[in-house]
C-alpha cells in the first residue's frame, strides 16, 4: 500500500448462504478525499461499509484502513474510525448535548477534554442552539448533522456514512452536503459515502466506484465516469450504462424497506 492510500481491499468478498453480497472487491481510496460507493439498492454498499468499519467479517478477501488490517487487527480499525449508519444512532430521549456526552464517554475522550468537544463539535455542525432540546424535537436534517457530529468527536481519519441524506428534504440535503465538504476540507478528513444519488455523488465525491450486483463495474472521477459515455453524457447515464438500469430503479424489499425505515425516521 503506498503512502497516500488509506483503504485499501483485495479480493474482498462477502456471502450470505449461496448469495454473493460483494465479490472480490479491489480498491484504494486516497487520503483525504471524499469517495462514493454508487449502485442501486441491493448493490452491496452497506455490506462494504460493514466489513470495513469491522462490524460483519469478510467470506474471503482482505481490506485494510491506514495499514490496519479489518479482521486482525479490528480494534486499531475502530479507533481511527467514525460510521454513522442510516440506522438511528441518536437518542430522541436525550438532548443534543446528552447525546454527545455518551459518545465522548464510548470513545475514551478525556474528561478534562469533554466539554471543549462537544460544544466544539456543535459549533461545527450549527448545532449550539439546539443542543439543550431533546433530540426527538429535531429535524430530519440536524438529527444527521448531530450524528456526523457524533462520530467525529475522536477525530477520526476516515468516516464512513451510509446513504447520509436518504429521506431529507432538498434543502437539508443541501446543509448536509455542505457540512460534509467542510469537514473534509478544514481536517482533512477521508470521507467514504454510500449513495444511491447521483446528484449527490457528483456533488460531494472526488471519486466513485459504481457497484452492480456486488462487483466493482467502474471506479473513477465524476468527469472520467461521464467522458466514457459520450460528450454530452450526465452521471445519470453512465450509471445506467454500467449497472443496466437507472438509479431509481427498485431494489429488494428488504432494502426498500430499509430505506422507507429510515425516510420515515428522518421526515
Known amino acids: 500500500m503506498t503512502a497516500n492510500i488509506i483503504i485499501s481491499t483485495r479480493g474482498l468478498t462477502r456471502r450470505f448462504g449461496n448469495v454473493v453480497a460483494v465479490d472480490g472487491l479491489h480498491l484504494d481510496i486516497e487520503a483525504g478525499e471524499i469517495f462514493g460507493l454508487v449502485g442501486r439498492n441491493g448493490a452491496g454498499k452497506t455490506t462494504v461499509i460493514k466489513m470495513l468499519t469491522t462490524l460483519l467479517p469478510p467470506s474471503a478477501g482482505s481490506a485494510s484502513i491506514a495499514g490496519w488490517d479489518v479482521v486482525s487487527q479490528a480494534s486499531r480499525v475502530r479507533r481511527i474510525i467514525g460510521y454513522v449508519p442510516q440506522a438511528l444512532s441518536a437518542d430522541g430521549e436525550l438532548t443534543g ?17 469533554r466539554r471543549a468537544r462537544i460544544e466544539g463539535a456543535l459549533r461545527f455542525m450549527d448545532l449550539t442552539e439546539v443542543a439543550p432540546r431533546l433530540v426527538r424535537s429535531y429535524s430530519g436534517g440536524m438529527i444527521r448533522r448531530l450524528e456526523i457530529a457524533q462520530s467525529t468527536l475522536h477525530r477520526p481519519k476516515v468516516l464512513f456514512l451510509d446513504e447520509p441524506t436518504v429521506g431529507l428534504d432538498p434543502l437539508a440535503r443541501h446543509t448536509v452536503w455542505e457540512h460534509i465538504a467542510r469537514l473534509n476540507a478544514e481536517f482533512g478528513t477521508t470521507v467514504v459515502v454510500t449513495t444511491h444519488y447521483m446528484d449527490e455523488a457528483e456533488v460531494l465525491c472526488d471519486h466513485l466506484a459504481i457497484l452492480h450486483q456486488g462487483a466493482l463495474a467502474a ?25 443496466g438500469g437507472s438509479p431509481e430503479q427498485e431494489g429488494s424489499y428488504a432494502e426498500t424497506s430499509r430505506t422507507r425505515r429510515a425516510a420515515s425516521r428522518l421526515g
Open 219 to 243: 471506479v473513477d472521477t465524476p468527469e472520467a465516469l461521464k467522458a466514457r459515455i459520450g460528450p454530452d453524457a450526465t452521471l445519470d447515464d453512465a450509471f445506467a450504462h454500467f449497472t
Open 97 to 113: 448535548y446528552e447525546n454527545l456526552l455518551v459518545f465522548a464517554r464510548l470513545f475514551d475522550i478525556p474528561r478534562a477534554e
